[in-house]
């Protein structure tokens, strides 16, 4: 086949269940085999299977029936639950929907493909009228079922979300789990993200973190949903919002101020503060933004987190926060050495050698903190830090330009040889 992109024929669920049945009835395979056999044959034509569900037909006495998906199931007696507006039905099965949606994307693409949405959409409806344990169930099961396909999320549902996350701010399973919507509607989908921005999002992620601060669950979804609203990841659009979504979470929002406040609830809570710092550093995307870290004290927290956390997702994202930091001020870089900085940058290098990421963005602060203010190189050196950069180089493939960057800027001599011959990626090292 010419090309590369091999598998780009689609198939629906319906071919391939006949495929599976054909091949038991007329090739008396079992069950799996069956699957598997199709499996094959169509991988072998170039179909995409990953939007299939690959599973065999129910047995019984009288031969195979036809594969009636579990998720098909649920979807059905859901509709009928809604139809009738029975509460309780209808909570029990979009439970039951929901754990079938979070199987796998085929599961979730099928329903979608049969009407799944408008289904959730009214019992959504019928349960913001008051009813706040139904009310999460459908969030839950609607989180589920956009995980990737957002663009099932239409205006009306858009407008549903804000408001849900606007009338239960105090509520805090129903929180996380309409931000988790947001999170799930705005990924890889501009559109969605500029509506729900002009419908007011923003402070309602940040006021979520605010009213609740202790929650960790809360905190990590608003965090990773504001991220977010600061990604260009939508192939579709060729200007995204990013930068402006950056600036109105700061300068509208006062979201640097409320990280920051954040961090200092969860001193002993790895997973918090590594989406914390990743934050931050997708904020601190203008000169005034980063002086704003260093005047809330966001500066010495970093460093501090680095120095004193022994999780190496934490070293990773406080290292490539105070990356930005360094980058974008050179007079951070004094504040950030001084305060230790750069001896903690070492340590976690020292302390987690196969991390590829750590030794990374621990080998571009070092290059950051020097390249401008060539004064803290002897310094640096003197710490040992030449060695601990030749080991990462040596170690890790993708830390050579880095390495070797990081290793000019302190002026070191770099032996200029090839560390690998031949495919870069598939030769260990």
Known sequence: ?????????????????????????????????????????????????????????????????????????????????????????????LARFCEQCKQNKACRFLAAQ??????????????????????????????????SQPDLLDTQGLKLL?????????????????????RHACLK????????????????????ITRHGHCADVVKEACWALRIM???????????????????????????????????????NPSVLSELCSTLSRLAVRNEFCQEVVDLGGLSILV?????????????QSCAALCVLALRKPENSRVIVEGGGAQAALEAMKAHPQEAGVQKQACMLIRNLVSRSQAFSQPI??????????QARATHQDCEDVA?????????????????TGQKGNLAP
């Open 1 to 93: 086949m010419g090309g590369t992109k091999m598998a780009s024929k689609h198939i629906t669920q319906e071919t391939f269940d006949a495929a599976v049945r054909e091949n038991i009835e007329e090739f008396e395979m079992g069950p799996e085999e069956a699957v598997k056999e199709a499996v094959e044959q169509f991988e072998s034509q170039g179909v995409d299977m990953s939007n299939i569900i690959k599973m065999a037909p129910k047995v019984s006495a009288d031969g195979p029936q036809e594969p009636s998906h579990a998720i098909l199931q649920a979807l059905d007696n859901l509709q009928e639950s809604v139809a009738c507006s029975h509460p309780q039905e209808i909570s029990a099965h």
């Open 114 to 147: 049969k009407g799944a949405y408008p289904i959730l959409l009214a019992a959504w409806k019928l349960a913001a009228a008051g009813d706040q344990g139904l009310l999460l169930q459908a969030l839950n099961a609607l989180s589920a079922l956009i995980d």
């Open 162 to 182: 804000v408001a849900t996350l606007a009338q239960n701010t105090d509520v805090t399973d129903l929180i996380c789990s309409g931000i988790r919507c947001v």
């Open 189 to 208: 989908h501009e559109q969605n993200r500029q509506s729900l921005v002009k419908a007011g999002v923003l402070p309602l992620l940040t006021g979520a």
């Open 230 to 268: 600061t990604f260009d990841d939508d192939i579709r659009v060729p200007f995204g919002h990013a930068h402006d979504h950056a600036k109105m979470i700061v300068q509208e929002n006062r979201g640097l101020k409320v990280l920051i406040d954040a961090a200092k609830a969860f001193p002993d």
């Open 304 to 316: 501090a987190l680095l120095a004193n956390c022994s999780d190496h997702q934490v070293c990773e």
């Open 381 to 390: 050196l003197e710490l040992g830090a030449e060695a601990l950069i030749a």
């Open 404 to 420: 070797k960057a990081a290793l000019r800027d302190l002026g070191c001599r770099i032996e200029l040889r090839e560390l690998w």
